[in-house]
T-cell receptor
Framework: KNEVEQSPQNLTAQEGEFITINCSYS?????LHWLQQHPGGGIVSLFM???GKKKHGRLIATINIQEKHSSLHITASHPRDSAVYIC?????????????FGKGTKLSVKP | DTGVSQDPRHKITKRGQNVTFRCDPI?????LYWYRQTLGQGPEFLTY????????KSRLLSDRFSAERPKGSFSTLEIQRTEQGDSAMYLC???????????FGNGTRLTVT
């Protein structure tokens, strides 16, 4: 079993829909990252969080440490949100960059 | 801020050849990380530098792989005697400190034929 599991693996939505991507992990963590990867490989860091909730524009990330679960929400989705969204966790005691990555959720938003 | 840059973007090489990739982090970032990503998978951690010191290496980094950051600025990742299984995207990231976000480069895609 992977230490970081994401669901769904693939997601197709209509423009304007509210989207939720889930991440569950099995290790104790000190931080969780949400990343966005566009075709061609470039990765953008969206959030780094260790508790509670963060919001940036139309994106919201939440984490429940007790349940070892995080969600990424996108409100009013747009075709430019189409990308692979990756959850990654820093094992408790690990260095910042020694992250355990999920396989990603491929999101496609149709106009 | 020109971002993290990686060179080359693509590399095709024959099995058994050596290859070297370069990463230029954001200038004031003292932390630099290398990752590898195969098709359909999430990235995997390879190694981490703080300034010129290589502080952590994954067991994925076999003895054919070596990484350096000689002056604490750019870094190189060399793969000797490449194998087809080395075909992957090699990603570099940097950060200012442990609480700052990671900034990724666009990666170097390696194809070993």
């Amino acid at each position: 079993k992977n230490e970081v599991e994401q669901s769904p693996q693939n997601l197709t939505a209509q423009e304007g829909e509210f989207i939720t991507i889930n991440c569950s992990y099995s290790v104790g963590i000190s931080a969780l990252h949400w990343l966005q990867q566009h075709p061609g490989g470039g990765i953008v860091s969206l959030f780094m969080l260790s508790s509670g909730k963060k919001k940036h524009g139309r994106l919201i990330a939440t984490i429940n440490i007790q349940e070892k679960h995080s969600s990424l929400h996108i409100t009013a989705s747009h075709p430019r949100d189409s990308a692979v969204y990756i959850c990654a966790v820093r094992d408790y005691g690990g260095s910042q960059g020694n992250l355990i990555f999920g396989k990603g959720t491929k999101l496609s938003v149709k106009p | 801020d020109t971002g993290v840059s990686q060179d080359p973007r693509h590399k095709i090489t024959k099995r058994g050849q050596n290859v070297t990739f370069r990463c230029d982090p954001i200038s004031e970032h003292n932390r630099l990380y290398w990752y590898r990503q195969t098709l359909g998978q999430g990235p995997e951690f390879l190694t981490y530098f703080q300034n010129e010191a290589q502080l952590e290496k994954s067991r994925l980094l076999s003895d054919r792989f070596s990484a350096e950051r000689p002056k604490g600025s750019f870094s190189t990742l060399e793969i000797q005697r490449t194998e087809q299984g080395d075909s992957a995207m090699y990603l570099c990231a940097s950060s200012a400190d442990s609480s700052s976000p990671l900034h990724f480069g666009n990666g170097t895609r390696l194809t070993v034929t």
